[in-house]
């Protein structure tokens, strides 16, 4: 296949500009992992069921997948630092595809454990290439408009996470989520594993798509791009006194797992009767009458619903982009932190359909923080970006702690009034913003 390389040219503001076939190819990074880290969600729900996990329990799933950020980002950003952009994304591609090879041997065994170490391959993989894809997307333009082109590049990978736990819920929520019925051990194993052996074939596809891409890259290996090379690694102490990189990895790793935790359990959420219940069953029905297919069961509707959490997020990035480039973004941060807090709240303190509206507009508050806050703790870091960067995702890990506590409060005093915990999570973030915002000494980068 004859490839074209793209030229860069140098700007007064020192940033650099790919060919248009280069970006599109760094947006499909954000739609991939998009689109597979939120297959967990649906993921959850069904392991919950097949293996009787409690909800801390389910919660390991997350946690798997999410610790792979906190133990591959720092050697992601020395890989980056030293191969370049796009040999470090070959890399994180065939990572992926060997983590939903794995899925094979764990369903074969019907072992929940082996589900949770292909998911942590899987993150070692998605933590590689964030941490090459979300600097590069910054580099790739002037820097007084990072946040507006990081948010767009997000923005795809919204859609991705919006049409992930929909395609989820109705392939891996097909049969339900309740627990097989065996009459002894031997038998509720063998029902295990002709469940999750029904589940492969979406992950063994997902597999062959990122392959492709892996040897698509591959072939652009020589492509010109931006220096990544730096004399540091990112846990030097001339990286770690950058104040505002350091208050942004804690912002990153409680909004990440703030995220994560309502995505995670909302599934569980929406099916109880207190909120949607008995609707959801309705809801199944009419929409098998509208298009056709089904039955869909009440664990396929609720986990398709997710998707509107996901996609509230991803239409907030599209109008984040225009606002971003009007408003100051810490100030942005600001609003939607404290509008997260206040949906939070509304969620665990009513029932029925407001509960559930309220918690799947979190996702609409969501949007922009991400992007925003990471943009915002790279800001003048110059030559330091890439270790920025790494220390950035290695708060991605968030993801598997929060999680796990949301989980852990939920077994005691239910998903609703476990809100608090993300809800807690968001306070933090609106201080970053307001910081950011203020300009104060402090956030100053070293």
């Known amino acids: 296949m004859a490839t074209t390389s793209p030229s860069f040219e140098s700007r007064a503001d020192g940033a650099a500009r790919s060919n248009p076939a280069m970006v599109a190819l760094v947006v499909f990074l954000f739609f991939a992992w998009g689109f597979v880290t939120n297959l967990n969600d649906p993921l959850i729900a069904k392991f919950k069921g097949l293996f009787s996990l409690d909800y801390a329990e389910a919660m390991l799933t997350q946690f798997a997948f999410f610790l792979g950020y906190l133990i591959f980002s720092i050697p992601a950003g020395i890989l980056l630092s030293r191969t370049g952009y796009i040999r470090t994304i070959v890399t994180g591609l065939v990572l992926m595809a060997v983590g939903y090879l794995l899925f094979a041997p764990a369903a074969m065994a019907g072992l929940y454990w082996g589900f949770l170490i292909a998911l942590f391959v899987t993150a070692a993989g998605i933590t590689i290439l964030q941490v090459a894809a979300n600097p590069y997307i910054a580099v790739l333009g002037p820097q007084s408009t990072a946040s507006a082109r990081l948010t767009l590049a997000q923005a795809f990978n919204s859609l991705a996470t919006t049409i992930g736990p929909f395609v989820g819920a109705l392939y891996l929520l097909r049969g339900g989520v309740a627990a097989p019925k065996a009459a002894n051990a031997a038998s509720l194993q063998a029902a ?34 931006p220096s990544t090379a730096s004399s540091d690694t990112p846990l030097s102490a001339r990286v770690l006194k950058k104040k505002r990189l350091m208050l942004g990895v804690v912002a990153i790793f409680l909004y990440v797992g703030a995220e994560v935790s309502i995505g995670s359990g909302m599934t569980n959420y929406l099916m109880q009767d207190s909120v949607l219940g008995l609707r959801a ?84 508050m969501n949007s922009i923080m991400f992007p925003t806050i990471f943009t915002i703790a790279l800001e003048d870091l110059g030559e ?63």
């Open 281 to 364: 069953a309705g809801i199944g029905q009419w929409v098998s009458g509208m298009i056709g297919g089904g039955p869909y069961n009440v664990a396929q509707v609720a986990g398709a619903m997710v998707s509107v959490y996901w996609g509230l997020a991803m239409v907030g990035r599209f109008l984040g982009s225009f606002v971003l480039s009007k408003v100051v973004p810490g100030r942005v941060v600001v609003f939607n932190g404290l509008g997260a807090i206040l949906l939070c709240l509304l969620s665990a303190a009513t029932m029925g359909l407001p509960a559930a509206v309220a918690v799947m507009f979190v996702g609409l």
């Open 192 to 225: 295990r594993i002709a469940e999750t052996k029904d589940l492969l074939g979406l992950f063994l596809g997902i597999a062959g798509v990122l392959i492709f891409f892996a040897v698509l890259f591959w072939l652009l290996r020589k492509t010109r791009e």
């Open 384 to 446: 330091e970006t890439a270790n920025g960067s790494a220390l950035l995702c290695t708060a991605i890990v968030g993801g598997a702690v929060v999680p796990v506590i949301y989980g852990a409060v939920a077994d005691r005093i239910g998903l609703g009034h476990a809100l608090i915990v993300p809800a807690l999570c968001y306070i933090y973030i609106a201080a970053y913003g307001w910081l950011a915002a203020r300009g104060l000494g402090q956030m100053k980068a070293a």
